[in-house]
């Protein structure tokens, strides 16, 4: 029978599954106190602290590795290195990682062997909560007895864990594992971790020698998670909040002077973990720093050495062209969002505003006669009817705009056709044809979106039937990124407009190859449907926004390298580890020369 999920508190005692440690080397240090343990942070951390004399240690909770998305069970393993973690008196812990391509660390458990079991259906195995419960009573001994341990965060992996053993590849549960990587401290079980990316910070906190600290660090901060406490709430102090108010900085100060701090991920940790240690936290916890006081008022502006004085001077200078310079930055900021902002209206905007940034963009791509009709009929005192007419060539497109909240209906989609229909009787002519663009779900952000199925089958039905077009404001959006980012000709990007049904933003310089069946570590996997592929083509991948672009080094065919690979060929692809990961299922495309003709 299962048991009952409880709280991570009442969780396992991983007493039964003890994790294997390896000391970090020693350093020389000038100060002995405090002690300083850094887990899962960067060696380069470590040398800078050693040179400023401190005394530093590293540890880890482990690596997560990928292994093939399944419903199948492994073992969880153990890279974790904690030795002496339980002597420390000041902890900094980075939960962001780099997984491994492979298994890490040895098994917890093995067949017909009680262990830790982790699901793989997320393609991702990591035992970090196992080591985070191992270390969780030290750590909390540490905060509850004055220490500090300080987080950088980052989501849950959401790994599905389980206390069990294994019969004939079936795992048989004795107790469901409610643990994870935050399980280090009790205190972090009711934070909410929400997964959430940005840069846009601002600091809650003002003239707090941890403020400042995180003030001078602002430019270098992105937050990946916000976090919501979920009890106790007024023990909690907000330190940082994002453009929408959400909490990506917190802190906790116990009746010990010990304190928990949890900040955003931030590119140069090293800098400012010295920052903190030599500046911000003898003052914020002097008890961790004996000695501190000693000689402290030969810097008092009457005492201090003239060359230090002069050196101080210099250093204020420089913060003032430093503030100069960003106050530069940010007006730029400033700039940028204002001419480039008609990119955000084409996902946000109704009315006015989005016609506006549907024309800019429509130029952008390489229309010459766009002519917004509604200015036109507005002057000629006319009722309003379509929003622009693209007249580059023939046919003319008439082009309805509308954002809306929901999905679009009947009359949203096909009053292009109706406005297309009256043209052509005004006009006395046949080569008009309707283009529908909506802003749908407008509220919500566009990878939230319902972007697969847009319109219902019977309007894509209806539009083919008309020789009518439905187009997205995001894939619109997409089409204007991806011509910047590729340098794409109009003549290719152009014609996707004049199509019927449901208009996609893959120009007509790309012809699909097929889907990804499988991806390695360098390379994927893709079953030819369409087209042929040759060693030197350039390829391209279809990410949520961007398409990747490389050329095909070579090609594996049946275990077996191939110059050219045809429709029903199995296909390994080489895939720049640089570049962003494949995922199964994403499209292929093998470009073409350019187009050198119009639309006619």
């Not at 989501?155 to 864990?161: E, F, I, Q, Y």
């Not at 201090?304 to 940010?330: D, F, P």
């Amino acid at each position: 029978m299962f048991k009952k999920k409880q709280t991570p508190a009442a969780s396992l005692s991983i007493s039964e599954a003890p994790l294997l440690a390896s000391p970090a080397k020693a350093s020389p240090v000038k100060n002995v106190k405090p002690k300083v343990l850094l887990m899962d942070l960067d060696r380069s951390v470590q040398a800078v602290l050693v040179d400023a004399g401190i005394n530093t240690t590293s540890g880890s909770l482990g690596t997560p590795f990928q292994v093939e998305p399944s419903s199948r069970w492994i073992p969880a393993r153990n890279s974790s290195q904690l030795a002496g973690y339980a002597e420390q008196e000041i902890i900094f812990i980075d939960l962001s990682f780099d997984a491994a391509s492979s298994a890490v660390g040895e098994k917890y458990s093995g067949e017909d062997v009680t262990g830790i079991w982790i699901e793989c259906t997320r393609g991702l195995v990591d035992s970090r909560a196992v080591a985070a419960m191992e270390v969780r009573d030290g750590f909390s001994r540490i905060v509850s007895t004055g220490g500090v341990v300080v987080v950088f965060a980052s989501p849950k992996t959401g790994m599905t864990m389980s206390y069990g053993k294994t019969r004939g590849g079936v795992v048989r549960t004795e107790q469901e594992l409610s643990i994870d990587e935050w399980s280090f401290l009790s205190d972090l079980d009711y934070i909410r971790v929400v997964e959430s990316h940005g840069e846009e910070i601002s600091i809650c906190e003002e003239r707090t020698p941890l403020s400042k600290a995180l003030s001078e660090y602002l430019p270098d901060m992105r937050f990946e998670c916000t976090l919501v406490p979920r009890y106790d709430e007024e023990k909690w102090r907000v330190l940082a909040k994002n453009k929408f108010g959400e909490t990506v900085a917190l802190a906790r100060t116990l009746s010990s002077n010990g304190a928990i701090l949890i900040l955003p991920q931030m590119q140069h940790k090293a800098g400012f973990i010295k920052r903190l240690l030599t500046d911000a936290f003898p003052e914020m916890f002097p008890g961790l720093f004996p000695g501190i006081e000693k000689g402290r008022w030969t810097h008092l502006s009457e005492y201090e050495l003239a060359k230090v004085t002069k050196l101080q001077s210099e250093r204020h200078e420089l913060v003032k062209r430093h503030e100069s310079e960003m106050e530069r930055i940010a007006a730029d900021i400033t700039a940028a969002r204002a001419e480039e902002g008609w990119l955000h209206d084409l996902l946000t905007q109704t009315g006015d505003p989005l016609v506006e940034a549907v024309v800019i963009a429509l130029r952008e791509l390489g229309f010459q006669s766009v002519v917004d009709m509604d200015k036109i009929r507005d002057r000629e005192r006319k009722a309003r009817r379509e929003d622009l007419q693209i007249q580059d060539c023939s046919p003319t497109l008439v082009v309805d705009i509308k954002g809306i909240n929901n999905f679009p209906g009947d009359e949203d989609a096909m009053q292009a056709f109706k406005h297309a229909t009256l043209v052509m009787r005004e006009q006395k002519r046949v080569d008009v044809v309707g283009l529908s663009i909506i802003n749908h779900q407008r509220h919500l952000p566009p990878l939230q979106r319902d972007n697969s199925v847009p319109f219902r089958r019977e309007l894509v039905d209806v539009a083919i039937e008309n020789f009518q077009g439905l187009l997205t404001t995001w894939d619109l959006y997409r089409m204007v990124v991806n011509k910047r980012r590729h340098s794409w000709k109009p003549d290719d990007v152009k014609p996707v407009l004049y199509g019927h049904g449901r208009l996609e933003p893959v120009p007509k310089h790309y012809c699909l190859l097929g889907r990804i069946a499988q991806v390695w570590s360098h390379a994927f996997g893709v079953d030819i449907e369409n087209s042929s592929v040759k060693v030197g083509d350039a390829i391209a991948l279809e990410f949520d926004i961007y398409f990747e672009e490389t050329s095909v080094a070579s090609l594996q065919v049946a275990n077996a390298s191939k110059a050219e690979a045809v429709i029903g060929d199995k296909t390994g692809i080489p895939w720049p580890t640089s570049s962003a990961r494949p995922k199964v299922g994403m499209r292929v495309f093998v470009i073409k020369a350019a187009a050198s003709t119009h639309v006619s």
